[in-house]
């Protein structure tokens, strides 16, 4: 059975704090995406990965870094948190970049940023 | 844009009855992907429909696509309250990445 599992699902943090959230996947895809899911908004993705060390820019990568060092791992960096950071996060792999191929999405983590 | 919009934002209905959800799109697409998410958790996959095919099934789930009007439907048949989640479309074309929508909450009652 497919696994996408992220370190924390609750997190708080202070405002300026840098933040970690770590996926990882058991599926050996290549491609890794980090979202924010906000309440009308849906889904909106921060950045992708599709390879190891490669990464791109989603919609909304401001405020935010990711770091691919091994295929499975995708971390997702707040490098001093806000508190318009307050969101859900998560955290998907797939067998393609462009969406051809369905997503496999871990839990979640909910952050709160205070 | 090529949100998927869904369409109602909420929806009540009593177990055993069927539950439709819509979603539009403005551009060309490759595919549509539908997803669920229970309250406070990742999304699940639930059926993906390409752009040359016009209805899917998986169990009691039943996707159309109509590609002239940029449209697709879910309908669950038979729901349960276990169907109780938000359910999401998702559009893939061209270079763009996945696009979800806002979501349809879906509430059914026992």
């Not at chain 1, 202070?14 to 050996?28: A, P, S, Y």
């Not at chain 1, 990568?61 to 499975?72: A, D, L, T």
């Not at chain 2, 990742?42 to 789930?61: A, T």
Request: proline share 2%.
């Amino acid at each position: 059975d497919v696994k996408v599992t992220q370190s924390s699902r609750y997190l708080v943090k202070r405002t300026g704090e840098k933040v970690f959230l770590e996926c990882v996947q058991d599926m050996d895809h290549e491609n890794m995406f980090w979202y924010r899911q906000d309440p009308g908004l849906g889904l909106r993705l921060i950045y992708f990965s599709y390879d190891v060390k490669m990464k791109e820019k989603g919609d909304i990568p401001e405020g935010y870094s990711v770091s691919r060092e091994k295929k499975e791992r995708f971390s997702l960096i707040l490098e001093s948190a806000s508190t318009n950071q307050t969101s859900m996060y998560l955290c998907a792999s797939s067998l393609d970049v462009q969406g051809r191929a369905s997503q496999y999405f871990g839990p979640g983590t909910r952050l709160l940023v205070l | 844009s090529q949100q998927g919009e869904e369409d109602p934002q909420a929806l009540s209905i009593q177990e055993g009855e069927n539950a439709t959800m819509n979603c539009s799109y403005k551009t060309s697409i490759n595919n549509l992907q539908w997803y669920r998410q229970n309250s406070g958790r990742g999304l699940v996959h639930l059926i993906l429909i390409r752009s040359n095919e016009r209805e899917k099934h998986s169990g009691r789930l039943r996707v159309t696509l109509d590609t002239s009007k940029k449209s697709s439907s879910l309908l669950i048949t038979a729901s349960r309250a276990a169907d109780t989640a938000s359910y999401f479309c998702a559009t893939a074309g061209g270079y763009n990445k996945l696009i979800f929508g806002a979501g349809t909450r879906l509430a059914v009652h026992p």
